[in-house]
């Protein structure tokens, strides 16, 4: 979201998550510097499932909510912001393009490079919508890895993209719910991508690096490699699956089953507290409870596990895995998750560390949290639409509002 107070602009990135709905604000300084001023949330109440909206009264209503506290902890007005996009229809895959030099003089210019992108879409069907062609590299006479084509003189231009698309009425559903409120969106943006904006170097980006960002209702997760995005996708697994596992395999209700998970949780097992019990005090209709803590990090585990196992045999199969040499980063809210590093450092077999936001100015509580990743992300994202210029009331945004 652009709104002008002197030379600033503010830029308000909203993340409608299924258990929570964020919003960060930043502010673009007359240097172009990035400030963050703050953040607001609300619960998501059962309003979204596995990162889409299910309920759009209740849906308002949160976004509302969370709005409203971001404005008033950043002493602003919302009027416009850039909105992520997630949900198991989204998907990645890289593509091709090429074109012919024409000109008489063969010298490779913007319109060259415009036209063997615009190449690379995909053929996708009706249903469907490109979120972002992303490109790699390019490919000048059969040279590759050729980072900008520009002036060079050639006959013939290619280049690699990475494509992120989703379902077009599920992908506009969002949009139509935040404009409902007179909240215009500038731009959307596919979750997983924009976390690694928020949290990944260009050091990392270029050695190899694997975020994946665990969510309550889903996994998102990326990879770059050689300075670009190679591969991206999203689990329909998340948090929320690992309480419902303890809730089943415990005999508890939901929220007993989530309050031992963030007090008693463990992405390992702890050999040290196999035989601790915990006891739950009776709720209203609700017998107490004696609960080993060690059959529960035994639950949290083999879904963490399973997550994880996913994920690496995606990965494996694209022949990524070995080229991860910067690591794997882990944002979320399940990031913080008591030993969950431990367990992927053990599955990826490579360093673990877990995410944060790279920005020095703004509230450490703000930019610590590895939870609030993608809506950092998203107010970055905008930052660099601004800082590029781009006319986002065109292409894919213009036609999920219905322009």
Known sequence: ???????????????????????????????????????????????????????????????????????????????????????????????????????????????????????????????????????????????????????????????????????????????????????????VAFNGRVCALAAVTSHLSEQGVLVIDLGAGTTEYTVYLNGSLRHSGVLGVGGEHVSNDIGVGLKLSHGRAEKLKLEYGSAMINPNVVGRTVNFSSDVGLDDKTVRVGHLHQIMNARFDELFDLVRNRLAKESLLKQIHGGVLLTGGGAHTPQIDVLAQQIFKTDVIIGRDLSENGPNNILDQPEYTAAIGLVKYGEQQINQRKKTSRGLLGWLVGR
């Open 1 to 187: 979201m652009i709104r002008m107070f002197g030379q600033s602009k503010i830029i308000v990135g909203l993340e409608i998550g299924t258990s929570k709905v964020c919003a960060v604000v930043g502010e673009l300084d007359d240097d172009g510097n990035l400030n963050f001023l703050g953040v607001g949330k609300a619960p998501s109440r059962g309003s979204v499932r596995k990162g889409e909206i299910i309920n759009t009264e209740l849906a308002e209503q949160v976004i509302r909510e969370a709005l409203a506290d971001a404005e008033e902890r950043a002493n602003i007005e919302i009027g416009s912001v850039y909105l992520g996009i997630t949900g198991t229809h989204i998907k990645g895959f890289n593509n091709r393009g090429a074109h012919p030099i024409a000109s008489v003089d063969r010298e490779i210019d913007e319109d060259d490079i415009q036209r063997v992108v615009h190449n690379a879409q995909p053929q996708i069907t009706a249903d469907q919508d490109v979120l972002h062609t992303i490109r790699q590299h390019f490919g000048v006479d059969g040279q590759e890895g050729v980072e900008s084509p520009m002036g060079r003189l050639a006959s013939r231009l290619e280049v690699e993209v990475h494509v992120v698309c989703g379902q077009t009425t599920r992908m506009q559903n969002p949009v139509r719910v935040v404009k409902g409120l007179g909240i215009e969106v500038e731009d």
